[in-house]
């Protein structure tokens, strides 16, 4: 997948921009890359965004007006838009955290959940090591709607990528309509792991990112020593990690 942005400055949105998928030519609505200092323990940010030793693609999926957009914006940027749209294709952002020692950077792609929109965010799933399925607690037909969602990554994703369940709105909860142990039974049952979030009052938003990426880097740090920068990807084959610490690239294979 090529990237084709217009020209910018760090930290700032670059608009409009290409992505070259499996359709063609794409529109990417936004795209961020935010270094942010305030961290909770064990995780702080990188000194500089493009000093990296992993790099990986986590995508967020789920019902338009889940709160996708506002998950993505509170964990990048500590930002939280009330009056937030619908996400028109895709927009992604980026964010570097520590984990074990290694600066881990994570590019997050938040995909458009209308109907219309299916066949060109499928092509986002490829290259994608993690991906947060979120529903709105308060919107029990966002969480029947899941196991559609959980298909259709399974479909165009690799079988190793690493997701999480997300119930959002958490702070709805005089509005809930979807029970917490009826989500857990349903994540354990599909070998997912569960959080609830509140992009609102930022309840767990750190805690879910920095989870499923600890997560992805665990699968992955085990079986790959020796390169100082890694982009990790899953192709159909398995994990492809390529080292660009050289100008000569080195690629080793591996399943998580």
């Known amino acids: 997948m090529a990237l084709f942005p217009g020209p910018s400055s760090p930290g700032k949105t670059r608009f409009p921009a290409l992505v070259e998928g499996d359709f063609g030519l794409i529109a990417v609505t936004q795209i961020h890359d935010f270094s942010i200092s305030a961290t909770p323990p064990r995780f702080t940010m990188g000194s500089r965004d493009d000093e990296y030793d992993y790099l990986f693609k986590v995508v967020l999926i789920g019902d338009s ?3 996708k957009s506002n998950l993505l914006s509170r964990f990048t940027r500590n930002e939280f838009n009330l009056e937030s749209k619908s996400t028109i294709g895709v927009e992604f952002a980026t964010r570097s955290i520590q984990v074990e020692g290694k600066t881990v950077k994570a590019q997050i792609w938040d995909t458009a959940g209308q109907e219309r929109y299916r066949a060109i965010t499928s092509a986002y799933y490829r290259g994608a090591v993690g991906a947060l399925l979120v529903y709105d ?19 165009h994703a690799d079988q190793n990528i690493v997701i999480m369940l ?77 080292s660009s610490a050289n100008e000569t690239q080195r690629k080793s294979c591996c399943s998580l």
């Open 137 to 155: 607690i308060a919107k029990h037909v966002t969480y029947e709607n899941v196991e559609r969602w959980l298909k259709e990554l399974r479909d």
């Open 65 to 67: 007006g889940v709160g």
């Open 166 to 242: 997300v119930g959002n709105k958490s702070d709805l909860r005089h509005l809930r309509a979807v029970p917490t142990d009826e989500a857990k039974i349903y994540a354990e049952k599909n070998q997912l792991s569960f959080i609830e979030t509140s992009a609102l009052d930022s309840t767990n938003v750190e805690a879910a990112f920095t989870n499923i990426l600890t997560e992805i880097y665990k699968s992955v740090s085990n079986k790959h020593v020796g390169s100082d920068r890694m982009t990790v990807s899953l192709p159909s084959s398995g994990v492809d990690i390529t």
